[in-house]
């Protein structure tokens, strides 16, 4: 079965790859996603500059899933923008960038410096970080979405994604999606950060299970596959001329094809894979590969989009 996929004019010779923060931080993280079975790498989210992030524990493994409010630690931009440029790109595997500045003016310093280096990687712009206080998800905010496209989609013009926080009303749907179809450069988007601002909290200490703002923080794993779903599917059916990546929930082949049906191109696994570790991929690739035989597939174009309604 033929598991290969195009996002944003790079092919991908399968469709997994790492939900951006998970195993991407630094270029040893990086190696690790390139000697594993993924199609792709993405890197954790940059800011200008390097970052810490917020106070441990800041990320805890759920019963079912997982909470995090990791804060943004990463390298700054100039590191992945050295890694971008040192990476082999005769690789299978197309390199992905995500950039999450602390204000449009920090995004807008990142894609110019990844623009004049005219390198083949993949530029998404993460609207949606949860975890950084005092700092509201810009995928929220709809007009803030719409002017921070004004200003980039010009200094980017090459195909790229963003990533968005999950929607919970068809109304936002509409709305995101309204303003999404204006920027024929925006070429996917990836669905779903995680859901903002769950709270953990420990029966038997009656204390919440992570330290950053009083235990809040956002959450990812099998706890959010619907959610995930529903969102690729609303914006699959609302995006006609524009990919989605799948992320939230994948915890086996099964999850994925699921994602696949609800609509998507390619699959990010972020919690299982910080569980598993990159074994993960060969793992779930292989039992995506059993589905589709069982099933009669033998290509995602088989039954992407396809999900049946009553
Ligand atoms: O670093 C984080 O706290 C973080 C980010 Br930038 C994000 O986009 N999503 C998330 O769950 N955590």
């Known amino acids: ?19 951006s923060g998970v195993c991407c931080q630094t270029t040893d993280d990086l190696k690790q996603m390139q000697d594993s079975a993924s199609g792709s790498l993405i890197t954790k989210s940059a800011t200008c500059a390097q970052r810490e992030g917020n106070p441990s524990p800041r990320y805890v493994p759920l019963p079912t899933g997982s ?40 995004n807008k310093t990142m ?5 004049a280096a005219k390198l083949p990687c993949v530029l998404e712009i993460n609207f949606s970080c949860p975890n950084v206080p005092g700092k509201p ?15 980039l989609a010009p200094i980017l013009r090459q195909p790229f994604g963003i990533k968005l926080p999950p929607y919970f009303d ?9 303003i999404f179809n204006k920027f024929d450069d925006l070429a996917y988007v990836t669905c779903i950060n995680s859901v903002g601002n769950g709270l953990a909290i ?11 703002k009083d235990g809040f923080g956002g959450l990812g794993g099998f706890m959010v596959l619907n959610t995930a779903l529903a969102n ?34 390619a699959v990010q696994i972020g919690t299982t894979l910080k569980e ?29 989009g396809k999900v049946k309604t009553l």
């Open 202 to 212: 420990d029966f038997e200490t009656e204390t919440a299970l992570i330290k950053p």
């Open 137 to 151: 998800q810009l995928g929220y905010d709809m007009e803030a979405m719409e002017a921070a496209l004004n200003t």
């Open 67 to 106: 909470i995090n409010s990791m804060g943004l630690p990463n390298e700054g931009y100039q590191y992945y923008l050295d890694y971008a440029k040192s990476y082999d790109y005769s690789s299978p595997k197309p390199l992905f960038i995500s950039l999450s500045g602390l204000s449009l003016a920090e």
């Open 170 to 178: 068809i109304a936002h749907f509409d709305a995101a999606a309204a």
């Open 232 to 265: 690729v599917n609303a914006f699959h059916r609302r995006l006609p001329t524009k990919k989605v990546i799948g992320v939230g929930g994948v915890t086996s082949g099964k999850e994925v094809f699921l994602h696949v049906l609800a609509g998507a191109s």
């Open 111 to 115: 894609c110019e410096a990844f623009v």
């Open 1 to 19: 079965v033929d598991l290969s996929t195009s996002i944003a004019g790079v092919h991908l010779p399968n469709l997994l790859f790492n939900a």
């Open 276 to 304: 598993e570790g990159p074994a993960v991929f060969a793992r779930i690739l292989k039992e995506l590969e059993e589905i589709m035989e069982k099933k009669g597939y033998t290509s995602l174009e088989d039954f992407r």
